[in-house]
């Protein structure tokens, strides 16, 4: 007897289970909302600087490409989780008034090679618009840096007073749905604790100090292809209100 009613008790409870499933699944159609686990593939470009080099500008273009994971959280929230290569560093042309720089290419090119794994909280808007922050931790796999076309050692006494193959970043995220299942990416990190310290010899007049610590600055432009998603086409739509109807009803 007491097993019948075990298993009665049992039976009751996965049929509540299944009932408040199902009914989640119809509120959520109800209001759009797509709460399947998805998964995405990730191709992009890194365009960066690192602060502290004596080098300027967003001229060292890099890889971004991984693949992801994303888990629906709430309506209109999600996490995600990449796996990333990506490339970083710096680069900059020969001045024109350095004596042969035609000969001497590049003035300065830094490489530095990663495997990135960030973590994101997400805001949908619409289905178009993604919002998110997070931050991303970074393992160096390669290294390689050139001065005046001379290749630079990692391991330098004197020259490097401290050195990281770590970076954590902190990031932001805007992503856009161009079609279907595929989106446009545009996303900001920077680097929250120095990847390397670095002596430079005092130049006549410099105001800058002779030690710099050195940060990632990246900006990532990124096509993502999502997998398993729900493609709502309806929640494009934006109803108008009618006041015919109104003034009918209120009547």
Known sequence: MKLKYLLCILLLLQLS??????????????????????????????????????????????INAGFGGI???????????????????????????????????????????????????????RSTWTFGLGFSWGRMVSFKEREWNIAQQWERPGTITYKSKNDFSVIADIRFRIWKHLKFNIRYSYSMAKIRSRYYDPQPGSVDPWTRNQYNNVITVRLLYYLNEKYLPERFKFTKKDKKKKTKNRE
Do not use: C
């Open 71 to 125: 888990l629906p959280l709430g309506h209109r929230f999600s996490l995600s989780v990449e796996v990333l290569y990506d490339e970083k560093g710096a680069f900059q042309k020969a001045p024109n008034s350095a004596p042969d720089s035609g000969q001497q290419l590049p003035y300065y090119s830094l490489k530095w090679n990663y495997l990135t794994a960030p973590i994101m909280v997400h805001f949908e808007d």
């Open 17 to 62: 289970a299944l009932t408040s499933f199902a009914q989640e699944k119809e509120e959520a159609k109800k209001i759009n909302v797509d709460r399947e686990i998805k998964g995405e593939l990730i191709g992009g470009v890194n365009l960066t600087q690192v602060d502290g080099d004596q080098v300027y500008g967003f001229h060292k273009a890099g």
